[in-house]
């Protein structure tokens, strides 16, 4: 089961079926389809010739007709069903999909056009953002099912990415209770930053840029200022953060995608077997 949850697509891979024009008409689907597709000029038009119908239910050719006209009903109401799910779920991406993700196509593409633009207040926007998605992610490991959402939200190549850039920016930073360089042997700063084994606690630096708590603004500022020379790793943590968001909407999109695609697909490959047959 978590292997399959974890098999969800992204929303920028998402995005290549979200934003298709042909697709976002069938949000339309729902409320004009039935009167369309059921109008009974279409249905007319529409209506397999009695010789093919007569061949694939293998009736008798007075009654094929009528046959021919139920065949057809019934993929209109298959190709109604599986056009709503397509419609719900391009409506469903638009209106939950981040705009950014909607926006740029790709990390790099959102690196390039943001990165002039992260100043130092944007910057503590940022790193308080990421920050904020990185404990969420860490608190929610209980249950098998909850360790899986988990990890399909936060998964652990943007864990490792966000351990790596937070270590680099703090050992980056010039705050008095750092560790002295080469110093192992020391006890764990006031701040309790570091491990008994002498390594940064990733976790502990997140919590403490997250406090609301006086004494600390000095170590947040300090890191906000370190964080500089890491702007890309920044704007890449963000993009990924977004586009893994939403783990259980990107479940429900894609089930409505695989439903809709699923349904329009039977009566061709339907059809397909049953004329292949025919001719053995």
Same mark, same amino acid.
């Given at each position: 089961? /978590?292997?399959?949850? +974890?098999?969800?697509?992204?929303?920028?891979? =998402?995005?290549? *079926? %979200?934003? #298709?024009?042909? $697709?976002?008409?069938?949000a339309?689907?729902?409320?004009?389809?039935?009167?369309?597709?059921?109008?009974?000029?279409?249905?007319?038009?529409?209506?397999?010739?009695?010789t093919?119908?007569?061949?694939l239910?293998?009736?008798?050719?007075?009654?094929?007709?009528g046959?021919?006209?139920? /065949?057809?009903?019934? +993929?209109?109401?298959?190709?109604?069903?599986? =056009?709503?799910? *397509? %419609?719900? #779920?391009?409506? $469903?991406?638009?209106?939950?999909?981040?705009?950014?993700?909607?926006?740029?196509?790709?990390?790099?593409?959102?690196?390039?056009?943001?990165?002039?633009?992260?100043?130092?207040?944007?910057?503590?926007?940022?790193?308080?953002?990421?920050?904020?998605?990185?404990?969420?992610?860490?608190?929610?490991?209980?249950? +098998?099912?909850?360790?899986?959402?988990?990890? =399909?939200?936060?998964?652990?190549?943007?864990?490792?990415m966000?351990?790596?850039?937070?270590?680099?920016?703090?050992?980056?930073?010039?705050?008095?209770q750092?560790?002295?360089?080469?110093?192992?042997?020391?006890?764990?700063?006031?701040?309790?930053?570091?491990?008994?084994?002498?390594?940064?606690?990733v976790?502990?630096?997140?919590?403490?840029?997250?406090?609301? +708590?006086?004494?600390?603004?000095?170590?947040?500022?300090?890191?906000?200022?370190?964080?500089?020379?890491?702007?890309?790793?920044?704007?890449?943590?963000?993009?990924?953060?977004?586009?893994?968001?939403?783990?259980?909407?990107?479940?429900?999109?894609?089930?409505?995608?695989?439903?809709?695609?699923?349904?329009?697909?039977?009566?061709?490959?339907?059809?397909?077997?049953?004329?292949?047959?025919?001719?053995?």
């Amino acid at each position: 089961m /978590i292997q399959i949850i +974890r098999s969800v697509p992204t929303w920028s891979t =998402l995005r290549n *079926l %979200g934003q #298709s024009r042909l $697709l976002a008409y069938t949000a339309l689907v729902p409320f004009l389809g039935f009167v369309l597709l059921f109008n009974e000029q279409l249905v007319d038009l529409l209506s397999l010739s009695p010789t093919v119908a007569a061949q694939l239910s293998g009736s008798m050719p007075d009654t094929s007709a009528g046959i021919a006209k139920e /065949i057809t009903l019934h +993929r209109l109401y298959l190709a109604y069903f599986g =056009l709503s799910f *397509l %419609g719900l #779920s391009s409506f $469903l991406y638009n209106l939950l999909c981040p705009i950014e993700i909607k926006t740029f196509s790709s990390a790099s593409e959102f690196v390039n056009s943001e990165r002039p633009l992260t100043t130092m207040p944007r910057r503590g926007l940022l790193i308080g953002e990421i920050t904020n998605d990185f404990i969420i992610a860490q608190l929610e490991t209980k249950g +098998r099912l909850r360790r899986g959402l988990s990890d =399909l939200q936060y998964p652990m190549q943007v864990v490792s990415m966000f351990s790596a850039v937070f270590k680099g920016i703090f050992e980056n930073s010039d705050h008095p209770q750092k560790r002295p360089e080469g110093d192992i042997s020391a006890g764990q700063s006031e701040l309790g930053v570091y491990t008994a084994l002498g390594e940064v606690d990733v976790f502990k630096v997140a919590e403490i840029l997250m406090t609301g +708590r006086m004494y600390l603004r000095a170590f947040k500022e300090n890191f906000i200022v370190a964080a500089e020379p890491f702007a890309v790793d920044l704007l890449t943590l963000r993009y990924m953060g977004l586009d893994h968001s939403r783990a259980v909407y990107r479940i429900v999109i894609s089930l409505f995608y695989m439903l809709g695609f699923g349904i329009l697909f039977y009566p061709t490959a339907l059809t397909f077997i049953q004329l292949l047959w025919s001719f053995f």
